[in-house]
């Protein structure tokens, strides 16, 4: 037997019967005093049923769902017998997949239009695939949805709940996993009609925030801050998208001194899979607003991210490509020397220190130097890097700049639709570690694949300081399970890109080969450290279970709270799940 609360019971029957039911928009965060209260509810008296039916009948169907919803559907209080959503389950079980999802996207169709677009549509082919940032990723769902706000979510949501469709839903796409962002049969979110940053000035005890939807880039919602004096924490690539980054922890420029991205966040617009739009703050629902700040995609559909903002007149900023290897060993002792020290010295300094092998190239030292200050004043923090070879640097463009040209300068060289990889692992930080590392690396991937089309690979070492971690914890706190670290860690990313899906097997082997080797010399020398920075994780890893017994046990709370049915356990295919 499955109980729903009385709210979500009640909004079924709603669906069912077509009853009116409270609806509205808001521009601004309401206080919905929990899941009991008043909610958001998008197109509360369409008849859910008989769209389903009709699609039903078109398809020759007739029955397969709507014969099966629960017999006391309309009567709030009372229970859903688990019976009904069996048979369904049966089905997919059955490898009947494709018959749901079909169903559900000729209701979508019908209630729709031309946001749906299906197989073999001009549409669908450019909402799909481009979408993504790596071939890895590209898959054929059933059909393509396009949702322009909050209330278009809500009312799909329920459709394909009540089909027991599988679905997924994709903001930036940039993720190198497949099925992650995607689905085969079902169907797609494609968020990318959801738009516009709204900015909310300071008010009384309330922060001045930015409201981003969820189909938002980093580079277009900081270029519109840009062009009103404001700054605020997230991606530092302009092409990553603002959902999949934020609700994965985020780390920005602006990390050191205020956290990760998902630490300021002051509120979070969900759609739940009963179609209810809440929001998730400090103050309402707040055991949500937690388990997202670092629980991905496991207990709702985020619409709106609303970011907290500070003015900026400018940061100084810029890239270095040290193409000799001669000051290689300078750069491992400067890295070190920020990860250990000029960091905590300067908390407005960020430094992402990455050693890049190009096919046909060779070797690059790529170090992006962030400040924040309007001035051209490196500091004692920065310094350092600036004075290890005098000619790079008076070429590497340093300089003051609105803060989100940064985004978009880090951004430039991104490219869609190559065959990529990312994972990572994180150890405490060593004097020895980045040479060794760049070594063991070095000698199983980047040598080994020197002449293969298109090979780029990359080892970044990041930096969390305790700073940031203070930062997030001063803030409210985040679900990562950071928050007893005794020192400076790094996150130690391999990214890598290629052309031809011929090579996919030797070099994920080999990654995966190099990966274990770095764990292990990372063991063997009492630095490593279980934390898995869930953005850039592999598929076979686990990100949320590395955030410890505590914070997984508070989100399957969480999860059967606000998701009682399973819905982004179940019919969510892809994405890190909650461990069980």
């Not at 003015?311 to 270095?320: L, T």
């Not at 080892?459 to 803030?475: D, E, H, L, S, V």
């Not at 898995?532 to 410890?548: E, F, M, T, V």
Request: net charge neutral; hydrophobic share 40%.
């Amino acid at each position: 037997m499955v109980r729903l609360s009385t709210v979500a019971f009640g909004l079924l029957a709603s669906l069912a019967n077509g009853v009116a039911a409270q609806s509205s928009t808001t521009s601004a965060p309401v206080d919905d005093s929990g899941l009991s209260g008043s909610v958001l509810v998008g197109f509360p008296t369409v008849n859910v049923t008989a769209m389903i039916a009709k699609a039903e009948n078109q398809l020759g169907v007739n029955g397969t769902v709507t014969d099966n919803l629960p017999a006391d559907y309309s009567t709030p209080g009372t229970v859903v017998k688990a019976r009904d959503l069996d048979f369904l389950k049966l089905m997919k079980r059955d490898s009947l997949n494709s018959i749901l999802a079909e169903i559900a996207c000729l209701a979508l169709q019908i209630a729709f239009g031309s946001k749906l677009a299906q197989q073999g549509t001009g549409n669908y082919n450019s909402w799909n695939n481009p979408s993504f940032w790596s071939a890895t990723t590209y898959m054929t769902p059933t059909c393509v949805f396009k949702p322009a706000n909050a209330n278009d979510v809500s009312l799909a949501i329920r459709i394909i709940v009540l089909c027991q469709s599988q679905f997924n839903v994709v903001g930036g796409g940039h993720s190198a996993i497949k099925g992650w962002a995607n689905v085969e049969d079902g169907v797609l979110f494609v968020m990318s009609g959801m738009t516009g940053v709204t900015v909310v000035p300071p008010s009384g005890n309330n922060v001045g925030v930015a409201q981003v939807p969820a189909g938002e880039r980093w580079g277009s919602t900081f270029t519109q801050l840009d062009a009103k004096n404001l700054m605020a924490l997230g991606g530092r690539m302009s092409t990553v998208g603002v959902p999949g980054l934020t609700l994965g922890g985020g780390i920005s420029y602006l990390s050191n001194q205020w956290g990760f991205v998902t630490d300021q966040v002051q509120n979070f617009e969900v759609v739940l899979s009963n179609g209810l739009i809440v929001n998730a703050n400090k103050n309402t629902n707040s055991d949500l607003f937690k388990a997202l700040k670092g629980g991905s995609s496991n207990f709702g559909i985020v619409t709106r991210f609303d970011l907290r903002t500070w003015p900026s007149n400018g940061i100084y900023s810029g890239q270095f490509m040290f193409t000799n290897q001669n000051d290689f060993p300078a750069l491992y002792d400067f890295t070190y020397r920020y990860h250990s020290s000029l960091a905590l010295t300067d908390v407005t300094t960020h430094v992402i220190s990455a050693f890049v092998y190009v096919a046909g190239f060779g070797h690059i030292g790529a170090f992006t130097a962030f400040r924040n200050i309007a001035t051209a004043t490196p500091g004692p923090s920065l310094q350092p890097l600036l004075d290890i070879n005098p000619s790079v640097t008076s070429q590497a463009g340093l300089a003051v700049r609105p803060y989100g040209q940064q985004c978009i300068l880090l951004g430039s060289g991104d490219v869609t639709g190559l065959r990529q990889d990312m994972r990572d692992f994180s150890a405490y930080i060593s004097a020895s570690m980045y040479k060794d590392m760049w070594n063991i690396w070095n000698t199983n991937v980047a040598s080994k694949f020197s002449t293969v089309a298109g090979f780029q690979g990359t080892i970044a070492f990041q930096p969390i300081t305790t700073t940031n971690i203070a930062a997030g914890k001063a803030a409210g706190g985040n679900s990562l399970g950071l928050d007893n670290n005794t020192g400076t860690m790094a996150i130690i990313n391999l990214t890598h890109q290629w052309s031809n899906s011929a090579n996919d097997a030797a070099i994920l082997a080999a990654l995966d080969s190099t990966l274990a080797l770095l764990v292990s010399y990372a063991k063997s020398k009492g630095i490593y450290h279980p934390y898995y920075y869930l953005n850039y994780a592999r598929k076979q890893d686990n990100p949320i279970g590395s955030y410890g017994s505590a914070s997984v046990s508070a989100m399957r709370t969480v999860s059967r709270k606000y998701d009682p049915l399973g819905v982004f356990q179940d019919l969510v295919p892809g994405g890190f799940k909650i461990p069980s």
